[in-house]
């Protein structure tokens, strides 16, 4: 994950929920399924990716993104390196989530296994999976999936750092 955080509020911690990226409600016509709703996040980097989607049903971490033609490669489908950031990505949200933004995260290691491909018009789902937040170092998993077919699996590990502060967050990093 890249060097700034993603977040999705859902508590106010020491009053850095008005300072938070959060998820906003989905638009009407997007083509998002029922139950996810639209993540604002810092950025330029992702912010050129497309939009994210959060969904946490269950206390099950899974953020959705849309395929379109802009994250093909020649082969017309969705180039690895986009999958791969997008599961990166997903790890990192997921384990500020789970931490409720109390910690950031930066990648130490990340693997990618890639197992099928994305089209256009896809949905893809990064079914995140935490495996261990320690004082230092934690470590995640996730499947990005198109239906129930899996795409990708990747595992991360990652440097537990200080939040964001106010001033970083507001600016969108």
Not at 13 to 40: C, Y
Not at 98 to 103: D, T, W
Not at 119 to 145: M, S, T
Not at 164 to 170: F, I, K, T, V
Request: charged residues 20%; proline residues 3%; contains cysteine.
């Amino acid at each position: 994950m890249p060097w700034f955080v993603f977040y999705c509020a859902k508590s106010d911690i020491k009053n850095r929920t008005k300072h938070w990226t959060h998820m906003t409600s989905q638009d009407k016509g997007t083509g998002v399924p029922a139950g996810f709703e639209r993540l604002k996040r810092g950025g330029p980097y992702m912010a050129n990716l497309g939009d994210l989607y959060c969904s946490r049903a269950d206390g099950a971490i899974i953020i959705g993104m849309r395929i379109s033609e802009q994250h093909t490669n020649m082969r017309g489908i969705a180039h690895g390196g986009m999958l791969a950031s997008l599961a990166d990505s997903a790890l990192g949200l997921g384990l500020t989530m789970h931490c409720e933004g109390r910690q950031s995260f930066v990648t130490v290691n990340l693997s990618t296994d890639f197992v099928d491909a994305a089209r256009p018009g896809d949905w893809v789902e990064a079914h995140v999976d935490i495996q261990k937040l320690g004082g230092r170092v934690a470590f995640a998993n996730c499947y990005l999936k198109v239906g129930e077919k899996r795409i990708l699996r990747a595992s991360g590990v990652f440097a537990v750092m200080n939040a964001l502060s106010p001033e970083q967050l507001s600016t969108g990093y």
